[in-house]
């Protein structure tokens, strides 16, 4: 059967390799168990954490037509998986609810669930019912019953708390008021400013997250002494945990713990299972976790949706963790149709989302058929000639903030190769040569350099050609071409390259054609990264086919967080 599935292109080599090692491990080895192994390999490589023993073959490969018309018997299949020696401490592990786990994913969730455990019992950072407390909780958040108060409360009286809430909703502005009012608390006892770390998953985001604690700043009223310990500065949640440069293994960890008081951990939706049980580990266990993020956005690249269910877990655990969801939104103007077009899009309101693709008159909203790309990918090449019009770095990443050209892919007819290629022919034909300045994103970490995936850059060419980054941690460096780590033209981005990251105006081109990798989720994702206008390019049918679909993931964390409890 795996080589019949492979054939039909229903599974990957590195799926049927994996089984056939695996089955050689124990004698005799049996096929239907071979199989299992093969869709769980399958299931993690798609962001999953396990494979649910019993779900249909029109589950698993739902648009194929060369699928198998049945499966194993479930009943049948969870005992020969049990009775296997794989399944005896080995590389597998089948849980009480089905579900198939590669043992490293089993333990990833088992540590992140006992973390949550033994910090759900931490006694609260500080006393709840003091004067001094309420007074500058009705200073830093005016009105009693505001969602942000209460988000303040949580951090103070949970070890881990979650901020969540959509684009443009204030989590930033909450998180630098916490902060302060943590510091406060410190200074009121005569204790010396609690060291706090703001991290992101990647360089942009955590660019970002500091660039938003600077300005929040600003508006904060407490003491010059308070201001001054808020950092202005993030790091990405690699470096600050000692990411090694084989990505295998951490130099944090609960024996060498972050130097830190106050952890706050932004764009979480992007934390993988193995960061986020590194992270729990790495924090010391009297700081205060602060989980900030958007559980609709899209999920981890790699296997794990950790946040959304540690939201899911908050409503049916035991578990003490405080979630607050912000809902009011301060970028745009909910009635208008970009902001109405986000809050449907979260709500798969299917009939709402049709309503504003057929308005003809909106300024914020523009829906253009697939004929009416090669118009856009001019538009797009207009806004590209400024960008590249000037070395001046902070001119030309001012520029690029103001419009991003996004797909869901990047290879295929609007992938972000071939969207990208058609910008830079358009450019060439304008000034009759490539242009010697080209905007680039870094693919690859490098510690050495202090570059990481996801750094914006902008190659100039000349002798020797040089890039220069926008990092997280430097501002603006000058790096020879060769130095570089992979990068790759930045003219058009995939939405998981543009996560955690804002534009003023998005122009997202989608597949003439549905597809299953199309989700509520990645929409959700793509059009929220307008702080200004989104532009839809695409068949109507293919954005609503996307909007019934959900990039929900196999997980059993909200099960094990529940037995980690008991």
């Known amino acids: 059967m795996l080589a019949e599935l492979q054939a039909r292109g229903?599974?990957?080599l590195l799926d049927v390799e994996l089984a056939r090692a695996l089955g050689r491990i124990v004698e005799p080895s049996s096929p239907e168990v071979e199989l299992a192994i093969a869709l769980t390999s399958r299931n993690v490589r798609r962001g999953h954490s396990c494979f649910p023993i019993g779900v249909s073959a029109a589950e698993i490969w739902p648009r194929e037509s060369r699928r198998p018309s049945e499966l194993p018997d479930a009943a049948?299949?969870?005992d020969l998986i049990a009775a296997s020696a794989l399944s005896d401490g080995g590389p597998l592990v089948l849980d009480e609810a089905g579900r198939l786990y590669l043992r490293r994913y089993w333990r990833l969730e088992r540590d992140i669930a006992?973390?949550?455990?033994?910090?759900s019992s931490t006694p609260p950072r500080m006393a709840s019912d003091t004067n001094w407390l309420e007074a500058s909780l009705e200073r830093l958040f005016p009105g009693a019953d505001s969602p942000q108060r209460s988000a303040a409360r949580n951090a103070l009286q949970h070890s881990?708390?979650?901020?969540?809430g959509g684009p443009g909703t204030g989590k930033t502005t909450t998180v630098a008021a916490i902060v302060a009012l943590i510091i406060e608390g410190c200074?009121?006892?005569?204790?010396p400013a609690p060291r706090v770390l703001l991290l992101a998953p990647t360089g942009k985001s955590a660019a970002r997250l500091?660039?938003?604690?600077r300005q929040a700043k600003s508006r904060i009223e407490t003491s010059a002494e308070v201001l001054a310990a808020i950092p202005e500065q993030a790091t990405t949640l690699q470096r600050a945990l000692g990411m090694r440069r084989d990505g295998a293994g951490f130099g944090r960890s609960?024996?060498?713990p972050l130097e830190a008081d106050v952890v706050v951990v932004d764009e979480a939706s992007m934390v993988d299972l193995g960061l986020m049980r590194q992270l729990l580990n790495a924090t010391p266990q009297d700081a205060t976790l602060l989980i900030v993020g958007d559980p609709d956005q899209l999920t981890s690249v790699e296997a794990g949706s950790v946040l959304r269910d540690l939201v899911t877990a908050r409503a049916q655990t035991p578990w003490k963790g405080g979630v607050t969801q912000l809902t009011k939104t301060y970028r745009y103007d909910e009635k208008q149709p970009l902001g109405q077009l986000i809050a449907a899009i979260r709500t798969a309101d299917g009939a709402t989302v049709q309503r504003l693709l057929d308005l003809d008159d909106a300024t914020d909203l523009v829906w253009v058929s697939s004929a009416g790309l090669p118009a856009e990918l001019d538009r797009a090449a207009s806004h590209w000639s400024a960008a590249l019009g000037t070395r001046n770095p902070k001119e030309h990443f001012d520029l690029r903030g103001r419009f991003v050209m996004l797909s869901p892919f990047r290879r295929g007819m609007v992938g972000t190769r071939r969207l990208g290629a058609a910008v830079l022919d358009r450019l060439y034909q304008s000034e009759g040569r490539e242009p010697a300045v080209r905007p680039i994103i870094i693919e690859e970490n490098s510690h050495a350099l202090k570059v990481y995936n996801g750094d914006f850059a902008m190659l100039v060419e000349g002798e020797p050609s040089t890039a220069t980054v926008q990092s997280e941690v430097e501002g603006f460096r000058e790096i020879a071409e060769a130095r570089l780590p992979r990068y790759a033209d930045a003219f058009a981005l995939s939405v998981h390259k543009a996560q955690g990251s804002e534009f003023d105006e998005v122009l997202f081109v989608l597949p003439d054609e549905d597809a299953a990798m199309l989700s509520r989720e990645l929409l959700y994702t793509a059009v929220s990264r307008a702080r200004r206008a989104v532009r839809l390019v695409g068949p109507k049918e293919v954005v609503l086919a996307a909007l019934g679909r959900s990039a929900r993931r196999y997980s059993g964390l909200v099960d094990a967080i529940a037995e980690a409890l008991k």
């Open 210 to 213: 500091g660039e938003a604690v």
């Open 10 to 12: 229903l599974l990957e």
């Open 254 to 256: 609960a024996d060498r």
């Open 187 to 191: 200074l009121q006892e005569a204790d």
């Open 160 to 164: 881990v708390s979650l901020l969540c």
């Open 76 to 78: 049948r299949w969870k």
């Open 114 to 119: 006992d973390e949550l455990a033994v910090r």
